[in-house]
């Protein structure tokens, strides 16, 4: 069942809200001011760790303004027993991507032998882990157990700085079902006709599959195990009037999260999408403290670039007004921000910046 875009759009909002000033919005139409310049994935303007991942160049100062996306690497994260290569504390993301290929933005993960679980409470509003290097087409294999509690959800994605995403998603009311998605700029593509719910072979919360994304530039495939369970032609995305391709062509992080529907500042269409709202008096949540799910390995295999130059350090995107899809482009520029810290803006006035948040995008 389709649902509105605020769930997604709303996770991680407890890692980075700061609410104080009037101009610290930030949209298509007005823009981050010098002193603020860059626009975080919620619409505030800052500086330090806004100008990282998710800093939407569009509705910045300038393009420039974000750091870049940081160039994709082949690589396989194991992540049992291992969490060396996530930087746990967001405030303390300074773009180094040699010295993390991780970042939780929100929320807390818990190491064990299999994975790392990411956990919800009934305060944390969820758990999200971001790669800290971008994907511009290519490979991505999730292998992973969901969660299983109705109103519950896990989400396997890419995401974009204009918000191109393409979704794996599961809902803990039914552990048998996958759900595919993807988003141009976004604008979602639902359409249940194109095969947005698969069947799994077994139990997404008792079993490890790999969930994949074979993304390239013509074509999008969503794999199970290895097997190409829906398939997307970029050829077929084309607008009614010949313009454009609603097709996700920008380069994306990679994020996984666990996050909670099922609460009462919900749309109805959300929590009746998950399964109803989450009882947190489940005997695993009373017994644990938290729900779960657990993430065992993420293997990115990057497509090949041959007019890549070595010293490229990320992508950045160019002044492209008029143009519906932003132009991107290889620079050598920093991905640091200067001396990594969190953001000049006031802290304060947190609760209420969730709040009013909340409010303008249910109404
Ligand atoms: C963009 O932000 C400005 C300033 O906060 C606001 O007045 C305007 O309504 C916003 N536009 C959109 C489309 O949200
Ligand atoms: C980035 O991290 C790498 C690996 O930890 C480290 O060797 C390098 O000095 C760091 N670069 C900067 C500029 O801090
Ligand atoms: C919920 O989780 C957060 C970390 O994500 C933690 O700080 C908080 O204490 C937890 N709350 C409860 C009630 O366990
Ligand atoms: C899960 O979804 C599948 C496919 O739509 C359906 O056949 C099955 O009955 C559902 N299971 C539950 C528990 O709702
Ligand atoms: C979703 O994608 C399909 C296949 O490309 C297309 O036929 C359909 O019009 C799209 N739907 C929306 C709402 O964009
Ligand atoms: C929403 O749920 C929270 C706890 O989960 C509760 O404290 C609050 O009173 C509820 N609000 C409404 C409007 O029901
Ligand atoms: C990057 O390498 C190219 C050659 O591949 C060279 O022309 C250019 O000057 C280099 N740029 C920087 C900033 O080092």
Redesign the pocket.
Known sequence: MPRTRLPLVLLGLSAIVPLTL??T??????LCPESAPCCSEYGYCGSGTFCLGGCEPMHSFSPTSCRPNPICQSMTTTFANDVSRIQQVASEWNGNASAYDWYVNSGQIIPSSDGIKLVLNETNGGTKISSTRYVHYGKIDFVLETSKWPGVVTAAITMSDVKDEIDWEFTGSNTTLAQTNYWFMGIANYSDSQGLSVDVSSDTSANYHTYTFDWQEDYLNWMIDGNVVRSLQKQSTLSSDGTTYKYPTTPSQIQISIWPAGINTSAEGTIAWAGGMINWQDPDYVANGYFWNTIQSVTITCADDPNQASNTTGWAYSDSKGQTVPTVYDTTASLLINGGGRTTMSWTMYAVGVFTILMTMLL
């Open positions: 009037a101009q919005y930030c949209n298509a139409t007005s």
